[in-house]
């Protein structure tokens, strides 16, 4: 089961529940493979919806590293994601967001 407090997000791959979270190297990682300046730029992506599936992809790889599977872009290649192609954009997009969410301090 995915934690939210902790940043994870889960996600169904090739009919395997996986759980996905990007940790501060699975972040350097992403950052050099897209090309980003900042984590802000990757965030700002995003949040303007002016990403790619090679974007979610990335994102995807990265969180599954950060989750602590050993995998690479080539082996997601052919990969199925149940719900598709926006449920996979939905869950990089969350999982982003939960990688800077701060818990509520009550």
Request: proline letters at 3%; a negative charge; hydrophobic letters at 50%.
């Amino acid at each position: 089961m995915a934690n939210p407090w902790t940043g994870e997000v889960a996600l169904t791959i090739d009919g395997e529940r996986r759980v996905l979270k990007l940790t501060l190297g699975a972040l350097a990682e992403l950052e050099q493979e897209l090309g980003a300046s900042s984590l802000v730029e990757l965030v700002q992506r995003f949040e303007g919806g002016s990403y790619s599936s090679g974007d979610v992809l990335a994102l995807i790889v990265a969180g599954l590293r950060g989750g602590g599977a050993d995998v690479t872009r080539a082996d997601l290649l052919r990969a199925e994601i149940a719900g598709g192609p926006m449920v996979g954009a939905r869950a990089a997009a969350e999982l982003l967001a939960r990688a800077f969410m701060v818990p509520d301090q009550a």
